[in-house]
């Protein structure tokens, strides 16, 4: 009856990724060649991709974190087909969505942030987006503070609030009335705050570049500086939130309750897009603030019929299967069994992050002491790490993500459904890799990434 047949779309092209290249993005597919990443994924269940073949691989990348339910969860599936079946018109866009209210009573409920309100958005980007714009009508202020290395998406108002010069580079100018303080550092941001006045301080609990986190006495200090200057503090929890730490938000290990925090990735299933901005109801009253006001900030597809039911099946998931709780429980895990590689191969110079956000900065310096690296300059710990990854994917079926072009970590975000077996088989990878690999080895794939002057961005 369809006249769209999936199988053979996917079949009709004898080598896609050529025409990937050649429609879209030539450079990033050759990234994707020198890393090992030109494979073609059929399948994805759980925790696993599935390639052509049939080989099976462990996802440490988990779509950039977003996937925390697993891949294909079948209470999702399920509850995608019943809204497709329904009927159900998306996009009425003049209506108080019944689907959408559903949605933020759960939300609110699931994040303890009884009293505030919703606003949905389209990805993390735009929630941040969001937040800005709230922010400055709230306070009626222009500036905005942020912290070196952060991330927050790649729009211009996010890129502005960014922390990675690499990425900032080539697109400006970006919003004038920002302020980049060091992360954790009280005095730097008690001395930007009282500077002039700020509508909004932006940070992650868990850097997801540097997997750096904020600890607990610095973000109450956060807290009390920013209300004791006006200043809104925006917890960006795109990453952090939804159970990925070990805690439902990121913030919560410290006890604080931010203005807004802003969520995505972990709604969405991995499968719909969709993103929230939670904020104090007094905010959102003085941004909507007539009926002539009360639309002044949208967006065409946010509230759709999709995304709205993607996110009750995924907080039901979330719920259901304490989520959090196996975060904390396998991330410690993994955590020792890292901690237990660096200790035995003298490679890694640390592990960061928290539950199942977490990364290795390799010691590059002393890597480089028993093995003999090519000199390549300024991008050598980047093209280690790198290197490391591609071996990774090509010995172990492991997909891991380097995040930083400043430093050599590996990072590893797999989905919260993810096994202690596959904990262990993750840990064993990582210590074999950096184990075996001979200066030959590493050597040669470094020499063949070369050609790569900056991490893959985003993650
Ligand atoms: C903390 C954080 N904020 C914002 C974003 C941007 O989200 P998106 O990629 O959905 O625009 C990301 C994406 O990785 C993120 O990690």
């Given at each position: 009856?369809?006249?769209i047949?999936?199988?053979?779309?996917?079949?009709?092209?004898?080598?896609p990724?050529?025409?990937?290249?050649?429609?879209?993005?030539?450079r990033?597919?050759?990234?994707?060649?020198?890393?090992g990443?030109?494979?073609?994924?059929v399948?994805?269940?759980?925790?696993?991709?599935?390639?052509?073949?049939?080989d099976r691989?462990?996802?440490a990348?988990?779509?950039?974190?977003?996937?925390?339910?697993?891949?294909n969860?079948?209470?999702l599936?399920?509850?995608?087909h019943?809204?497709?079946?329904?009927?159900?018109?998306?996009?009425?866009?003049?209506?108080?969505?019944?689907l959408?209210?559903?949605?933020?009573?759960?939300?609110?409920e699931?994040?303890?942030?009884?009293?505030d309100?919703v606003?949905?958005?389209?990805?993390?980007?735009?929630?941040v987006?969001?937040?800005?714009?709230?922010a400055?009508?709230s306070t009626g202020?222009?500036?905005?503070i942020?912290?070196?290395?952060?991330?927050?998406g790649?729009?211009?108002?996010?890129?502005s609030?960014?922390?990675n010069p690499?990425?900032?580079?080539?697109?400006?100018?970006?919003?004038?009335?920002v302020?980049?303080i060091?992360?954790?550092?009280?005095?730097?941001?008690?001395?930007?705050?009282?500077?002039?006045?700020?509508?909004?301080?932006?940070?992650?609990s868990?850097q997801?570049?540097?997997?750096?986190?904020?600890?607990?006495?610095?973000?109450?200090?956060?807290e009390?500086?920013?209300?004791?200057?006006?200043?809104?503090?925006?917890?960006?929890?795109?990453?952090?939130g939804l159970?990925?730490?070990?805690?439902?938000l990121g913030t919560d290990?410290?006890?604080?309750?931010?203005?807004i925090?802003?969520l995505?990735?972990?709604l969405?299933?991995?499968?719909v897009?969709?993103?929230a901005?939670?904020?104090?109801?007094?905010?959102?009253?003085?941004?909507?603030a007539?009926?002539?006001?009360s639309?002044v900030?949208s967006?065409?597809?946010?509230?759709?019929?999709?995304?709205?039911?993607a996110?009750?099946?995924?907080?039901s998931i979330?719920?259901?299967?304490?989520?959090?709780q196996?975060?904390e429980?396998?991330?410690?895990?993994?955590?020792t069994?890292?901690?237990t590689?660096?200790?035995?191969?003298?490679?890694?110079?640390a592990?960061?992050g928290?539950?199942?956000?977490?990364?290795?900065?390799?010691?590059?310096e002393?890597m480089?002491?028993?093995?003999?690296?090519?000199v390549i300059?300024?991008?050598?710990?980047?093209?280690v790490?790198?290197?490391?990854?591609?071996?990774?994917?090509i010995?172990?079926?492991?997909?891991?993500?380097?995040?930083?072009?400043?430093?050599?970590?590996i990072?590893f975000?797999?989905?919260?459904?993810?096994?202690?077996?596959?904990?262990?088989?993750?840990?064993?990878a990582?210590?074999?890799?950096?184990e075996r690999?001979?200066?030959?080895t590493?050597?040669?794939?470094i020499h063949?990434?070369?050609?790569l002057?900056?991490?893959?961005?985003?993650?």
């Amino acid at each position: 009856m369809s006249d769209i047949d999936l199988g053979s779309i996917l079949g009709s092209c004898t080598n896609p990724g050529d025409r990937y290249a050649r429609l879209l993005n030539p450079r990033f597919y050759k990234l994707l060649r020198a890393l090992g990443f030109d494979r073609t994924f059929v399948r994805g269940e759980g925790p696993w991709l599935f390639d052509e073949a049939g080989d099976r691989y462990l996802d440490a990348i988990a779509g950039y974190a977003a996937i925390t339910i697993g891949r294909n969860h079948p209470v999702l599936i399920d509850a995608l087909h019943q809204a497709l079946d329904s009927g159900l018109p998306s996009l009425v866009q003049f209506e108080a969505n019944p689907l959408a209210g559903a949605l933020a009573e759960r939300l609110l409920e699931t994040t303890g942030r009884g009293g505030d309100r919703v606003y949905f958005t389209n990805s993390g980007t735009e929630g941040v987006e969001a937040a800005i714009k709230f922010a400055r009508a709230s306070t009626g202020r222009s500036r905005l503070i942020h912290c070196t290395r952060g991330f927050h998406g790649l729009t211009l108002g996010a890129l502005s609030l960014n922390g990675n010069p690499g990425l900032r580079e080539g697109f400006g100018p970006l919003l004038a009335d920002v302020r980049e303080i060091p992360f954790g550092d009280r005095e730097a941001l008690a001395a930007a705050l009282a500077e002039e006045p700020t509508a909004a301080f932006i940070i992650e609990s868990v850097q997801g570049k540097t997997l750096a986190v904020a600890e607990n006495e610095w973000l109450q200090e956060v807290e009390r500086l920013c209300r004791e200057h006006g200043t809104l503090l925006i917890a960006d929890e795109v990453q952090t939130g939804l159970g990925r730490t070990g805690a439902i938000l990121g913030t919560d290990h410290a006890g604080i309750r931010p203005d807004i925090v802003v969520l995505s990735k972990a709604l969405s299933g991995g499968m719909v897009p969709v993103g929230a901005v939670i904020a104090r109801d007094s905010i959102l009253e003085d941004v909507f603030a007539s009926m002539a006001r009360s639309h002044v900030h949208s967006s065409t597809f946010k509230e759709n019929v999709l995304a709205m039911v993607a996110g009750i099946a995924s907080l039901s998931i979330l719920r259901e299967e304490r989520l959090e709780q196996r975060a904390e429980e396998l991330g410690a895990l993994l955590r020792t069994r890292l901690e237990t590689v660096a200790a035995e191969t003298g490679c890694i110079r640390a592990v960061r992050g928290r539950g199942l956000m977490l990364g290795i900065e390799l010691d590059v310096e002393r890597m480089a002491g028993s093995i003999k690296l090519p000199v390549i300059g300024r991008h050598r710990s980047t093209l280690v790490a790198q290197a490391v990854v591609r071996h990774l994917l090509i010995e172990h079926r492991i997909l891991a993500l380097s995040t930083s072009a400043e430093s050599a970590t590996i990072k590893f975000t797999p989905a919260l459904v993810i096994e202690h077996e596959q904990i262990e088989q993750l840990a064993a990878a990582v210590h074999q890799t950096l184990e075996r690999l001979d200066g030959t080895t590493l050597g040669a794939d470094i020499h063949g990434l070369a050609g790569l002057t900056r991490g893959i961005i985003g993650g």
